[in-house]
Structure formats: C-alpha cells, structure tokens
C-alpha cells in the first residue's frame, strides 16, 4: 500500500508563496506519474498539475501555469508544488495524486492513490 502526505499548506495574503510537499511511503512505486489537484468548498476537484517520473515533462492548469511549478525528488520520494503569486481564488484543499500505471497523467481517474490534502488560504 502506498501512503501519500500533504504539508505546507497555510494562510497567505495575495501575492505570496506557499512551496507544497507530497512525501510517499509504504510500497512506493518504482515508476509513474505525480500530480497535484485541488478542491475549493462548493466545487469539484480539479487538476492543478503534474509531472513525469523524470521530471522532464510536466503539464499544468491554464489558471496555474507560469505561477505554479511542479518538480519532484525521487531519492526522497517526495513531489513539491511551488507556488507563486497566489490570488484569493487559489483557495482550496490541496491533494497530491501518484500512480505506477502512466507516464504523466492530468485526469482525476488516472490516479489511483492519493493523499489526505492540505489547505491553502490565500487573503485578499
């Protein structure tokens, strides 16, 4: 079984930054894809971003792209999520998503383990 957790989340005021982290444990998978989604109150959740196992590909949102980025340190086992110029709409829970089956992946159903997600709160 493969355990994702979430830290980094907080409150921030508009314009500031939050770097997210995704740490894996349990019977981690050799290879796959990463990725970040999120879920604001009253909405469905939504792809945020992710990453290849290399790190060499990534894809993101239209609303996060060249704001958000998205690496990923394999001796650690661990994914991040720096986030820059945060708006107040940026506010959600925050889940990270990993699967062994795909090499990048965007789609909600791709992902078969997730964590337990972090909150972000950005003021205005």
């Known amino acids: 079984q493969v355990q994702l957790v979430e830290s980094g989340g907080g409150l921030v005021q508009a314009g500031g930054s939050l770097r997210l982290s995704c740490a894996a444990s349990g019977r981690t998978f050799s290879r796959g894809a990463m990725g970040w989604f999120r879920q604001a109150p009253g909405k469905e959740r939504e792809f945020v971003a992710a990453i290849s196992w290399s790190g060499e590909n990534t894809r993101y949102s239209d609303s996060v792209k060249g704001r958000f980025t998205i690496s990923r340190d394999n001796a650690k086992i661990t994914m991040y999520l720096q986030m820059d110029s945060l708006k107040p709409e940026d506010t959600a829970v925050y889940y990270c998503?990993?699967?062994?089956?795909?090499?990048?992946?965007?789609?909600?159903?791709?992902?078969?383990?997730w964590g337990q997600g972090t909150q972000v709160t950005v003021s205005s």
């Open positions: 998503a990993g699967d062994p089956r795909w090499a990048i992946a965007t789609t909600i159903e791709a992902y078969d383990y």
